[in-house]
């Protein structure tokens, strides 16, 4: 028994909002990081979904797509992970409510 | 020879061109200056004699020179250069007496130490006033006329440490103004009237029939205005009072300007303009012409008076000069024009001897010059006691011998022949002995009786200051030559008429009343003065014996008969108050309009100022500080925090979706 598009949509939202959420109220840098690797998930889930419930077609393109966006969250994570370390480097914290030079 | 006639500007330019050179010469180069001065002079001497040869070949001898000054418009002013007989006649007088007066001056400025700058200025009148002689134009005359006037000024205040001299030569050039205006007018009318302003002009000129026929009744008047230039110039009556303060000026100054030649230039003026005058003449008189005589008439008899009782040297000979310049002004009214110029002629080789002969024993007297301070002069100076009688005996009218007796004879003849009036010619037999009388006087104070005061320690001059003396004497002597009547050959030349050799005619009754005049007026003089300069009786050694004799006259007399003082009380002192008046105007009036004025644009900046403190900027001002606190606001939204600008962006994202599912 396949769960129907639907829910597989809602699972993909509820996710994309727990990443939002943990992205929004977190203080801590990494834990920012972590809400918006949650966002990419689910925006692939959105991706396998929608090509599982379509016709079939010749290539993968749903799969395809997904595997481009993980690589690029992998390299993307990486850069977020040493810009969190360059920047404790500097400011020695890790509290984004502390990194407010840009304010005007 | 004729080239002269062509470069006629050369006689002229010659002595301005020395002046000019002299005056870039430093003060220490006196030598320079004086060949330049003298070199200038004989240079026009020359060729005032070249141009005398020329014109003896023919009878009525007149060449013109014209040229083109500007165009304005339409019309074109035109001057020009004349060369006549009277013309001639005055360049060869003005060089040579100018040269002889130069050569003078070297001796007698020779310690001053603007020396120099003495030559310059005589030069630049020489040169000025041998250009007026030659002008054929109106207007070129009156141009050499001012300049003439200028030099004198110049020339007067010489001494500038000298506030007297300063005083005296500010009265010469106002006094002679006042003269020159009527000539100005004069000039003004007649250009309006002829439309031209050149003499002669082949036979267009404002003196030739086709100019004079257009005057009609205006040249009367404008006759009379042309005069009023003569009688400042020349020293007629009203406008005489500036002559004898001349004498401020140096002896040779007096000598040249003063008796010989710039003063002589009314006389000439009248000549020159004749035909004007002679307008519509009946029987050779009309209106304008009367006055001439009258003026001249009264000036005479009034010089003369005046001069028996002044005291000084210079000043003697300055009355008798004003007196003689009557006489001329007489005589071309009444008719004798040769004569009046002939007279001219020889009274500038006399006067310029006696005043040369006055600045000779003010030298030896070492700078005296009040005649009751001299006397017995004859023995320590007799080259100047010769010449000073000979020009003496020249100017009082001795006859046969010496010029000035045949001129003032021709004169005579041609007043005692007046129609309207005899009177001026009694008033002129009565000057004609009060000449006599004067100079008698002047010569017995100076030269004759013991040695007072001054004369102690006199000496006679060096030969650089004597040789002009005799030369002029000689002068003085030898014109009479061609005043004669047996040969009345100056007459002739002047006239434009052919003369012969009449020896018949020397003996004349004018010759018999003239010498009776003299003798006359110098055997009176003799008798009253003969012990003058020394205790006689009840008079005391100096006061004069007419002072003596009629205290009140003399009084009167000695003090020029009050005409300065009667100027200073009318004319100066309107002047003087019209000026007061003005100043006033000025300081408070006009000065207070022109503050007023600045005081409504002090008020507009006031305003203004105002305006923009309180006005603008304030408004700016509240513009200001509305957009810093609009900036305020808006800076909070950049709080720095990524949180912040993340959720910003969740929600817009959210409203766009929102709004994507409403849309479709």
């Known amino acids: 028994m396949t769960p129907t598009l639907q829910v597989f949509l809602i699972v993909s939202a509820a996710l994309f909002s727990i990443g939002l959420l943990a992205a929004l109220s977190r203080r801590h840098a990494i834990f920012i990081l972590i809400g918006i690797e949650m966002m990419l998930t689910a925006a692939n889930l959105n991706f396998i979904a929608f090509w599982r419930f379509s016709p079939p077609a010749q290539q993968p393109v749903g799969v395809m797509i997904a595997i481009f966006s993980i690589a690029i969250a992998a390299a993307e994570a990486a850069v977020g992970l040493a810009m969190v370390i360059a920047v404790y480097r500097h400011y020695r914290t890790t509290n984004v409510d502390q990194l407010d030079q840009l304010k005007g | 020879m004729s080239w002269i006639i062509d470069h006629l ?58 040229f083109t000054w500007f165009t304005f418009g339409e019309q074109t002013l ?67 006329w001012e300049l003439v006037g200028l030099a004198s ?24 103004r006042i003269g020159d205006m009527g000539f100005f007018l004069g000039m003004l009318w007649l250009y309006n009237r002829s439309g031209t302003l050149l003499f002669y002009d082949g036979g267009n000129g404002c003196l030739e029939s086709a100019g004079l026929a257009l005057l009609g009744a205006s040249a009367t008047f404008i006759a009379l205005l042309i005069f009023c230039g003569a009688v400042g110039k020349s020293g007629q009556f009203p406008l005489h009072v500036w002559l004898p303060d001349a004498m401020e000026g140096p002896t040779p100054v007096s000598a040249l300007i003063h008796a010989a030649t710039m003063v002589a230039a009314g006389v000439f003026l009248v000549a020159r303009v004749y035909p004007l005058f002679s307008l519509g003449a009946i029987n050779g008189v009309t209106s304008s012409l009367t006055v001439v005589v009258w003026i001249g008439v009264t000036t005479a008899l009034m010089a003369a008076l005046i001069a028996i009782a002044q005291a000084d040297i210079k000043r003697i000979l300055a009355y008798s000069t004003v007196s003689q310049l009557g006489l001329m002004m007489v005589s071309l009214g009444v008719g004798g024009v040769a004569a009046g110029i002939m007279h001219l002629l020889a009274h500038g080789f006399f006067k310029a001897l006696l005043f040369l002969g006055a600045g000779s024993v003010i030298h030896g007297c070492h700078g005296e010059q009040d005649i009751r301070k001299m006397g017995g002069l004859r023995r320590f100076m007799p080259v100047t006691f010769m010449t000073y009688a000979v020009g003496m005996m ?22 005692a022949h007046w129609p309207p009036s005899h009177v001026p010619y009694y008033l002129i037999l009565v000057g004609v002995v009060l000449t006599a009388l004067y100079m008698t006087r002047q010569i017995i104070y100076v030269f004759f009786g013991n040695p007072r005061a001054a004369a102690e320690r006199a000496h006679e001059s060096p030969r650089v200051m004597t040789m002009p003396l005799i030369v002029l004497a000689f002068g003085a002597i030898l014109l009479s030559a061609v005043l004669t009547p047996a040969w009345p050959w100056l007459h002739g030349y002047l006239a434009g008429e052919p003369t012969y050799v009449d020896v018949a005619r020397l003996i004349q009754p004018m010759l018999f009343v003239s010498l009776a005049l003299v003798s006359a007026g110098v055997g009176v003089g003799f008798w009253i003065y003969r012990k003058a300069g020394t205790q006689d009786g009840g008079r005391p050694a100096e006061v004069d014996p007419l002072e003596y004799a009629q205290p009140a006259l003399f009084r009167f007399l000695a003090n020029k008969m009050w005409i300065d003082e009667l100027y200073a009380r009318t004319v100066i002192s309107f002047s003087w108050m019209a000026a007061r008046f003005s100043d006033w105007m000025d300081r408070y009036f006009w000065d207070g309009l022109v503050r007023g004025f600045g005081a409504i644009g002090q008020l507009f900046g006031i305003f203004t100022t105002s305006v923009d403190e309180h006005g603008i900027n304030a408004g700016v001002d509240e513009t200001t500080a509305g957009a810093r606190g609009l900036g305020r606001v808006m800076s909070t939204a950049h709080s720095g925090q990524i949180q912040t600008y993340l959720g910003a962006i969740a929600i817009g994202m959210l409203a766009l979706l929102l709004l994507y599912a409403w849309l479709a």
């Not at chain 2, 050179?21 to 060949?35: D, F």
Request: proline fraction near 3%; aromatic fraction near 14%; charge should be positive.
């Open chain 2, 394 to 415: 020249a100017l009082s009218g001795v006859p046969i011998f010496f010029s000035g007796g045949w001129t003032k004879e021709e004169i005579l003849h041609a007043t």
């Open chain 2, 78 to 144: 035109r001057l020009g250069f004349v060369l006549d007989p009277l013309a001639v006649a005055m360049l060869v007088m003005i060089s040579l007496v100018g040269l002889c007066i130069f050569v003078f001056s070297v001796g007698y400025m020779a310690e001053d130490k603007n020396f120099t700058r003495f030559f310059a200025y005589m030069s630049f009148f020489s040169g000025a006033m041998l250009g007026l002689v030659i002008a054929n134009s109106l207007l070129l005359l009156f141009i050499f």
């Open chain 2, 9 to 66: 500007w050369l006689i002229p330019a010659v002595p301005f061109a020395a002046s000019l050179v002299i005056l870039s010469l430093s003060k220490l180069r006196r030598k320079s200056a004086v060949v330049l001065a003298i070199t200038g002079q004989v240079v026009a001497l020359a060729m005032s004699v070249l141009a005398f040869l020329l014109t003896l070949q023919t009878q009525g001898f007149r060449v013109i020179q014209n």
């Open chain 2, 153 to 176: 000024y110049l020339l007067i205040g010489f001494w500038i440490e000298r506030p007297s001299a300063a005083a005296a030569a500010k009265k010469a050039f106002i006094t002679t």
